[in-house]
């Protein structure tokens, strides 16, 4: 089982910038994708980006050229850059692991993950 903490939400203006950090504790070895998402109050949960131990990474379009994903394996610990955030970023932000290997196409999917963070809130005013 893996346990995963969120940090670094907050509340922030249009235009600026946050970085998300999540820490991986416990069994973390096959924790091959790692991933952010978010949920706002009455949507669904959508992937935001997701990496892979090796460095590959994906994001979803809405955030693409805003956001930068990273991992620190060593530290077992991945980031989320955003920069330039806009109002509809404000949003519960989740990290997740994926156990094993899961297709590219299916990286920013909620169902492919099975452990979860408790989340960290990002608000972004106008």
């Known amino acids: 089982q893996v346990q995963l903490v969120e940090s670094g939400g907050g509340s922030v203006q249009a235009g600026g910038s946050l970085r998300l950090s999540c820490t991986a504790s416990?069994?973390?070895?096959?924790?091959?994708?790692m991933a952010w998402f978010r949920q706002a109050p009455g949507k669904e949960r959508e992937g935001v980006a997701a990496?892979?131990?090796?460095?590959?990474?994906s994001s979803a379009d809405p955030v693409k050229g805003r956001v930068t994903i990273s991992r620190d394996n060593a530290k077992n610990t991945l980031y989320l850059q955003m920069n330039t955030l806009k109002p509809e970023d404000t949003a519960m932000y989740y990290c997740a692991a994926a156990y094993g290997v899961i297709t590219y196409s299916r990286w920013l999917l909620p169902g492919e993950y099975h452990n979860w963070g408790q989340g960290t809130q990002v608000t972004v005013s106008s």
């Open positions: 416990g069994y973390t070895g096959s924790s091959y994708v």
């Open positions: 990496a892979d131990r090796g460095g590959s990474t």
